[in-house]
């Protein structure tokens, strides 16, 4: 078994996930990354992480807000902010997607959002 594959599999065991569902790319048991599996990251991930975390609990409210009430007006005004808000991640998304450890964190939190939606 290569370091890789020993190292993956023993951070998903950390997480509580099944090792072979994160490998292959199925859906994973989604739970949300504790502090001890954000402090992994560098301090600028773990910030990001900590950040996004509290922008995607907002973006839950507000899809839940918006299956109960369509036409709420300032809902969707908090969407419109927030979906302007993702938009300012994405260029840290994209260039801390290609580390490892980061991504899986990443993926469990977008799981868990999934989940409440």
Do not use: C
């Not at 950040?51 to 369509?70: A, D, G």
């Amino acid at each position: 078994m290569s370091d890789t594959t020993s190292s993956r599999r023993k951070f998903l065991q950390t997480l509580g996930l099944t090792a072979g569902a994160a490998i292959t790319g199925h859906s994973v048991l989604a739970q949300s990354p504790g502090s001890d599996e954000i402090r992994k990251l560098t301090p600028e991930q773990q910030a990001f992480m900590e950040q996004y975390e509290h922008w995607m609990n907002e973006y839950i409210e507000v899809i839940k807000v918006q299956k109960t009430s369509p036409d709420n007006l300032d809902n969707h005004k908090k969407m419109i902010v927030l979906t302007e808000q993702a938009e300012t991640f994405k260029p840290l998304l994209d260039q801390w997607m290609q580390d490892e450890t980061f991504s899986l964190i990443y993926r469990v939190s977008i799981e868990r959002m999934a989940k409440e939606i």
